[in-house]
C-alpha cells in the first residue's frame, strides 16, 4: 500500500531537487499508479474520505523535470485504461 502522505512529500522533494538520471522519478510513477488501483485516488480517514486525484498532476510534473517530456505521460494512459475497463468510478474521480 502506497500512503498518500508518501506520495505528497515524495513530490516535493522530486519537483524541486536536482535532476535525477536514476529511476526514482519512474519508482515515483509506478508508486502514483498502484496508489490508484489500490485505493482508488482516495485518502481514507477515521474522518472521511478525501479525494487525491487532483495530486495525480505530481507525477507529470516530477517526470517533466527530471525526462523533460512534452507532453503528459502519466494520466493519458490511466484514463485510457479506465476507459477499456469502463471504470466510470476513477473516469469521474480524475476527469
Known amino acids: 500500500m502506497v500512503p498518500a502522505s508518501g506520495l505528497y512529500v515524495l513530490s516535493h522533494l522530486l519537483s524541486q531537487g ?17 496508489f490508484v488501483a489500490e485505493d482508488r485516488a482516495t485518502l481514507k ?26 507532453a503528459p505521460v502519466f494520466l493519458p494512459p490511466l484514463l485510457r485504461e479506465a ?4 471504470d466510470t468510478e476513477i473516469l469521474s474521480r480524475i476527469s
Open 18 to 34: 536536482p535532476h535525477l538520471d536514476d529511476d526514482r522519478p519512474e519508482r515515483y510513477v509506478a508508486m502514483a499508479h498502484e
Open 45 to 70: 480517514t477515521a474522518v472521511a474520505t478525501y479525494r487525491f486525484a487532483p495530486h495525480l498532476a505530481w507525477a507529470e510534473l516530477v517526470l517533466q523535470r527530471h525526462r523533460d517530456f512534452d
Open 83 to 86: 476507459a477499456e475497463k469502463h
